[in-house]
């Protein structure tokens, strides 16, 4: 099956800072959405982006299909952006079979 | 909307004991879903619905079962707890939207252990 791998793992970052989260898949998907994980363990939708560039006030999302990897992009960072960022792919588009990647745990500090 | 509940929010299960888990949605999805995550990890789909009355398993579907007897409703169920199953439960739900997306919404969770 599919194999989703996310980084970095973890990342500390101070209040105003940008970041880059990446996700890279093993084949081919057909569906990708991002979550953010809050710290009472709410999951968030983000983005559903199985291709193309989407933004969302200081969040965007890009994902180059054919290269197999998206990047989730944080501007001027805030504390309530703490929290584990998920992708999750589905090879087709049944809305049948999703695959989560292990997260990428953010920290941002006062 | 309320969106998707679960129920309970918290349970401590001995070793052998069975329980269920509701989720509902009133979003009139179609699909259903149950996720188990462990500390640190991702998270990994036990068992799925793509309507009522259809169930259809995951990546680790052993130790459950699950019924869709109402659209609104998707249960999931344990015979026989055992302490590998100590883990927070998510469920999700979706509909296709226009061009075919399949974007997935989820429950608060219910923290499970198993003793």
């Known amino acids: 099956g599919i194999q989703v791998e996310q980084s970095p793992p973890d990342l500390i970052l101070q209040e105003g800072a940008n970041s880059t989260l990446r996700c890279n898949f093993s084949?081919?998907?057909?569906?990708l959405q991002w979550f953010h994980q809050n710290p009472w363990g709410q999951l968030i939708n983000l983005f559903y982006i199985p291709s193309g560039t989407k933004q969302n006030g200081r969040l965007s999302a890009t994902t180059v299909a054919t290269e197999r990897y998206s990047l989730l992009y944080i501007s001027s960072s805030q504390t309530t952006d703490s929290g584990v960022y998920f992708c999750?792919?589905?090879?087709?588009?049944?809305?049948?079979?999703?695959?989560f990647g292990p997260g990428t745990r953010l920290s941002v500090l006062p | 909307n309320a969106g998707v509940t679960q129920t309970p929010k918290f349970r401590v299960l001995k070793t052998g004991q069975s329980m269920t888990l509701l989720c509902a949605q009133d979003m009139n999805h179609e699909y259903m879903y149950w996720y188990r995550q462990d500390p640190g990890m991702g998270l990994r789909l036990i068992h799925y619905?793509?309507?009522?009355?259809?169930?259809a398993k995951g990546e680790v579907p052993d130790g459950y079962n699950v019924s869709r007897l109402k659209k609104q409703n998707f249960l999931l169920g344990l015979e026989s707890a055992a302490p590998s199953q100590t883990s927070v439960y998510f469920c999700a739900s979706s509909s296709p939207a226009s061009g075919g997306t399949y974007e997935q919404y989820f429950g608060p969770g219910t923290r499970l252990t198993v003793t």
């Open positions: 999750a792919v589905e090879e087709d588009n049944y809305g049948q079979n999703f695959v």
């Open positions: 619905s793509v309507g009522e009355g259809t169930t």
């Open positions: 084949d081919s998907v057909n569906n």
